[in-house]
Every structure is written in structure tokens, then in C-alpha cells.
């Protein structure tokens, strides 16, 4: 496992390798964007790819633990220097763009049923990844199509829990639930105490190193919000409460458009230039209420 950090969205972008074959799998890779403005790069996409290249590995997936709204996915800067890897996400993911395909009103050729993607993960499929096997755990609860990877002694879990001094993830967005969210890291504290976790996002809470590995056991003990002994309904509430005081990510609006569509962009307007759409007093709460 190989970890890279992109610095501006507080993302983990992670290698997978079975070192008997040097199968690959790459998650929840990020396009670099500037918001100001709207110019995109890929400094951090070449990074992972120089890894790959360098090292020799044959990358056979580019998946993604759920549609992400804090940055635009890599998916498709990556498919373009690794034509044969399959991209794979949880197939509920038709149910997040049917929401935002209403939310951004696009338009007939954007398609609600997943076909962007090659392979859309059913909750317990199995997969391999060279002599490795890997298992999806669907964990719905930070959105409904949120999928955590199982792979060997490891699990990568997205935006359902991070480190244990930071918790677990939003439940606000359009579709999330506090309850399911509750139900599904009971189902990843399932997993043996021993299982490494290797978390979505790191922000770095007191100023502390960067940190984005710990072990379903320490979970189960220390996370912050949800230990193995945390009610449900004590939970719920803390959560419930919590996000109520969040703002909005700050590249929300361009990331969903984007990620709906495995990276790809909008289709250019007649001019020949890509446009993004930003629907007002839509999403979030009013913050001059």
C-alpha cells in the first residue's frame, strides 16, 4: 500500500499492489483544480502515475469510494495513461446522479444508470487483484452510494471514518443518513481487530503529523464519535447536531458535476468551451438565516 496526499482537499489517493504479480488497484484518485480560476492540472494524478510507471505495475482498477464532493476524481486523467485498468464505484451510485442530474438540470445524454463506469460494486462482490482477493462492503450513510474496499489484512474505508481523533463522516448531503452511517461502521467494526484502516481524508485535527492508518480494533476504542459501545441514538443526535453547523465544501458544485461522470467533463458548448453549472439557493442550508 502506497499513500499520496493531495495537500488542497485533504485526500488520500492510495496504491494497492499485490507485491507476487504487481496487479494494482488505485483508489480515490484526485484532479487538482483552482477554484479562482477554473483551471484544472494534474500534479498530483502524475505522481501516482510516475509510481505506477516507475515501479512497474500493471494497473488493472481506478476506483472510487463514493461520489465525491470536497474534489474532482483523477478517474479520467488516470485512464488515459493506464487505458487498461477497469474504473469500478458502488452501484448506487445511479442514485446520486439521479439526485444531482435534478439538482444541476442536465440534460438528456447524461445517463442515471452508472454506464460511466465499467464495473458497479454489489455490497459482498468479491474481486481479485493478482493472488489477492478483495471484498465490497456497501456503507451507505455519508451518501447512499459509499463502498469501502476490502483487500487482504486491509480495508479502505472513503468518508466513512477517519482517523480515531476525528470521527466519522458528514451525513447532511441529499441522501445521507446518521442512521445508516451508524449501521455501517458496525458493519466495518465487524471486521478482525487486527484489519488495518486506511481513511479517506486526513485534516490534520490539532496541528498534528498527517495520519491516515490505523486498525479496526483502535477504532472500535478511541474513535471519537462512534466506539464499539456508542447508542445509536446518541450518535444520531451528536450527529444530526454537528452537521446542522457545517458549511458546504468549497468545491462542491464543480466536484459533483465532474464525478458524476467518472472525471470527464461536460460536453464543451458550441464555442468549444466546457461550462460548469452553479444552481443558486439549492444546496445547503441558507447561511444568512
Known amino acids: 500500500m502506497h499513500a499520496f496526499y493531495h495537500e488542497g482537499t485533504s485526500t488520500l489517493t492510495y496504491v494497492v499492489v499485490d507485491p507476487d504479480t504487481n496487479k494494482t488497484m488505485i483508489v480515490d484518485p484526485v484532479m487538482d483544480f483552482d477554484f479562482a480560476s477554473a483551471r484544472t492540472g494534474s500534479t498530483h494524478n502524475d505522481e501516482v502515475a510516475a509510481f505506477c510507471e516507475k515501479n512497474k505495475l500493471d494497473v488493472q482498477y481506478i476506483c472510487e469510494s463514493h461520489v465525491h464532493a470536497d474534489h474532482m476524481t483523477g478517474g479520467a486523467g488516470l485512464r488515459e495513461r493506464f487505458p487498461d485498468a477497469k474504473t469500478g464505484i458502488g452501484e448506487h451510485v445511479a442514485t446520486v446522479q439521479g ?37 465490497i462492503m456497501h456503507t451507505p450513510g455519508h451518501t447512499p452510494a459509499c463502498i469501502c474496499y476490502v483487500i487482504g489484512d486491509a480495508v479502505f474505508t472513503g468518508d466513512t471514518v477517519f482517523m480515531p481523533d476525528m470521527g466519522t463522516a458528514r451525513c447532511d448531503f441529499p441522501g445521507g443518513s446518521s442512521d445508516d452511517l451508524y449501521a455501517s461502521i458496525k458493519k466495518l467494526y465487524s471486521l478482525p481487530d487486527e484489519t488495518r484502516v486506511f481513511v479517506g481524508h486526513d485534516y490534520q485535527p490539532g496541528g498534528r503529523s498527517l495520519k491516515y492508518e490505523t486498525t479496526i480494533g483502535e477504532e472500535k476504542a478511541k474513535n471519537k464519535q462512534l466506539t464499539a459501545d456508542t447508542p445509536k441514538e446518541q450518535f444520531v443526535q451528536w450527529r444530526s447536531e454537528r ?41 445547503g442550508p441558507d447561511p444568512h438565516a
Not at 463506469?117 to 482477493?133: A, C, P, R, S, V
Open 99 to 135: 439526485t444531482f442530474k435534478k439538482v444541476f438540470n442536465l440534460k438528456e445524454e447524461f445517463d442515471e444508470d452508472g454506464s460511466q463506469f465499467d464495473i458497479l460494486f454489489k455490497d459482498g462482490q468479491t474481486f481479485e487483484l493478482g493472488n489477492l482477493e478483495g471484498r
Open 243 to 283: 452537521d446542522s453547523s457545517l458549511g458546504m465544501p468549497k468545491l462542491i458544485i464543480p466536484s459533483l458535476q465532474v464525478n458524476l461522470r467518472n472525471g470527464d467533463m461536460p460536453p464543451a458548448e458550441g464555442n468549444g468551451t466546457v461550462y460548469l453549472k452553479m444552481p443558486i439557493n439549492v444546496l
